[in-house]
């Protein structure tokens, strides 16, 4: 039997949060119906995006930080 | 001797409850990137944020060194949900007494981080991330913060449920809208994803 998956399936497989037998139907889903394999492709995009998203902290920030820790009396 | 950088955290936590402030140090490098993102996609001003990463490690340095320190190799997720809670308060004491706030100004490329590539390859990198960093702003509050704690604070979608009080499925519905909207705006600025190629 085929199963059917709804979008928060699709979303938990992205984030691997299903389960190993769901996320094997899953990959099977993508290979036969084009269209689970479009989405998936689309919001994989931007996950991919976001993974590689991240803010230098500024410097002076952190060396404040570290001269307050070695100041710190127990 | 063991390099500290190829410590982990507890073992680092270890070492610097016995003193040893090199080890705080490599702590502080490793994760202060992610507790500075958090801070400032939640606050929406790299001055708050700024303040608020410092406040957050001085709450950290104060509960480790008075001994009460309890989370057992738990150490990022403990670090990013006292930037949460702190930045949420912030966002908050905000929203009570609503001032103008800057748009942030300056050469923003400066303070985000890029990976090795050509100079043309940075380019892009560079206007892609400013880009995403104003829409992630422009999300709706419940679709940014899921995909904070999601993204930043390595929450499962089940916790994300738990700590905001909605149903896996509800909590599951704002990501998934986060990034389909995060993806037209994408498209509507002429992103084309051509930085992220398949297969990789």
Redesign the interface.
């Known amino acids: 039997m085929i199963k059917t998956f709804t979008k928060n399936d699709l979303l938990r497989y992205l984030y691997d949060e299903l389960p190993t037998l769901e996320r094997e139907e899953m990959i099977n889903a993508q290979l036969t119906d084009g269209e689970v394999e479009h989405e998936t492709e689309e919001l994989e995009d931007v996950k991919k995006l976001l993974d590689g998203f991240v803010m230098k902290a500024p410097q002076e920030a952190v060396d404040n930080i570290l001269a307050y820790s070695r100041s710190f009396r127990r | 001797m063991m390099k500290q950088s190829n410590l982990v955290d507890g073992q680092l936590l270890t070492l610097y409850m016995n003193g040893n402030?090199e080890a705080?140090?490599e702590l502080?490098?490793r994760h202060?990137?992610?507790?500075?993102?958090t801070a400032?996609l939640i606050v929406k001003d790299?001055y708050r944020a700024?303040d608020l990463?410092?406040e957050t490690?001085?709450k950290a340095?104060?509960t480790i060194?008075?001994?009460k320190y309890n989370e057992e190799g738990k150490f990022l997720p403990w670090l990013l949900r006292i930037a949460h809670n702190l930045a949420i308060d912030s966002f908050r004491k905000d929203k009570r007494y609503p001032t103008i706030v800057m748009e942030d100004g300056g050469n923003i490329f400066n303070?985000?981080?890029f990976?090795e590539g050509t100079f043309e390859d940075k380019q892009i990198k560079e206007d892609?991330?400013d880009l995403?960093?104003r829409l992630i702003k422009e999300l709706p509050d419940s679709q940014r913060e899921v995909?904070i704690m999601?993204?930043y604070m390595d929450m499962?979608?089940q916790e994300i449920a738990d700590a905001t009080d909605v149903s896996i499925?509800t909590a599951?519905?704002r990501?998934?809208y986060a990034?389909?909207n995060?993806?037209k705006k994408?498209h509507r600025h002429g992103r084309v994803?051509q930085d992220?190629p398949?297969g990789d």
């Open positions: 402030e705080f140090e502080v490098n202060k990137d992610r507790v500075y993102t400032y790299r700024e990463m410092q490690f001085i340095i104060r060194k008075q001994g303070s985000l981080a990976a892609t991330h995403l960093k995909l999601r993204h499962s979608f499925n599951l519905g990501m998934r990034l389909i995060l993806r994408m994803f992220t398949r």
